[in-house]
């Protein structure tokens, strides 16, 4: 895709820290068109958990869970037992050259990898709409 830039906005924190919680109100990754659109990989949603009793909302839950040295394996156990109230998701969204958005939800996914791998894929399909 020539004339489109990647950035990093945020590195991934470990291979044991992948899913979409961690990143809670995060952009993880633009691609910038040679017509100033750009897509971006972020998370969306909100996060409510129940941790031993106690209810975490937001950047609270990652902090809390952070605290207790939580992976990924914690984050899917607590999913198990019914501890979110509320979940988050990655999702890959579009803003014009003024920065609005002009098209969100083209790809949703759940881990960090499979968010970069949906912001390839979908900077693809849109390089071909836009340019050929």
Known sequence: ??????????????????????????????????NGKKLYAESAGELEVFIDGDLFIGDNAVVEATKRGYTDVDIEQLGSNDAFRCNNWFVIIMVDVNGEVCSDDLAIGD?????????????????ELMFS
């Open 1 to 34: 895709m020539e004339g489109t830039i990647l950035e990093i906005i945020t590195e991934k924190l470990s291979p044991n820290k992948i899913n979409s919680f961690w990143y809670h109100g995060d952009s993880i990754a633009r691609i910038q068109f040679p």
């Open 111 to 127: 881990d960090y990898n499979h968010a970069m791998e949906l912001l390839n894929t979908v900077a693809e399909e849109q390089f």
